[in-house]
């Protein structure tokens, strides 16, 4: 049973440019989360979603940021404009219905 | 705002002992705890967990305590390895039926040969 899938481990944009991130859950997991993480730091929750349906999005900034889970496919964290800032590790979780999370490697975002 | 917090931003211990890592929480409502370990370059691996309604739990070589009257957690690790030089996090779940977790900031753990 592979583990969470999250791609890619890094990616470099300018800033201005589109970032997206990719996560597949774990085979069974219908609950996918998002962190994000800036060195030295701990997690910080984003958004947490079930299949085409966004849960909670209290963590996630109002603007250039969305999130989707769609019927088919992993889920997607989209970064539009992004600026320097927006450097961190994000990581994606998932979980059966249930508390436990288990987190994929991260995707390690670059603004230049 | 609530936060989950350490006392100790970083530990070292020598090979073979054991170690104890302390997190402090604040909100009482908090039901559910984990503690996650996350080596460099990786994603955070979960290691044990545990609910309100108990005050210990055992898995292999490590032990989580709860004291919730004074919202206190712990991760004792027994025989410590060179395996287990990483960084720990405590997390909760605050709001009892939405289960994102809030982080602590981090213990970094250093297993001296």
């Known amino acids: 049973n592979a583990g969470v899938m999250q791609n890619p481990r890094h990616l470099v944009r300018r800033r201005g440019q589109e970032a997206r991130l990719r996560c597949s859950p774990m085979k069974g997991h219908s609950h996918v989360y998002w962190y994000r993480q800036l060195p030295e730091e701990g997690l910080k929750f984003m958004v947490y979603l079930q299949k085409e349906n966004i849960i909670d999005e209290s963590g996630m900034p109002k603007e250039r940021f969305s999130a989707e889970f769609p019927k088919e496919g992993p889920s997607i964290l989209r970064i539009q404009q992004v600026v320097r800032g927006d450097s961190a590790a994000y990581f994606c979780?998932?979980?059966?219905?249930?508390?436990?999370?288990?987190f994929g490697a991260g995707t390690r975002l670059s603004v230049l | 705002g609530e936060s989950v917090g350490l006392h100790l931003p970083t530990l070292s211990v020598q090979e073979g002992d054991n170690s104890i890592i302390n997190c402090a929480y604040s909100n009482s409502a908090s039901d559910y705890f984990i503690w996650y370990k996350q080596e460099s370059g990786k994603g955070p691996q979960f290691i044990i967990d545990?609910?309100?309604?108990?005050d210990k739990r055992q898995g292999q070589r490590v032990t989580v305590l709860l004291n919730k009257t004074v919202k206190h957690l712990s991760l004792q690790i027994a025989a410590t390895q060179p395996g287990d030089s990483a960084v720990y996090f405590c997390a909760e779940n605050p709001d009892f039926g939405n289960e994102k977790l809030t982080f602590g900031t981090g213990t970094r753990l250093t297993i001296i040969p």
């Open positions: 979780a998932s979980s059966p219905q249930g508390n436990i999370q288990y």
């Open positions: 545990i609910r309100s309604n108990m």
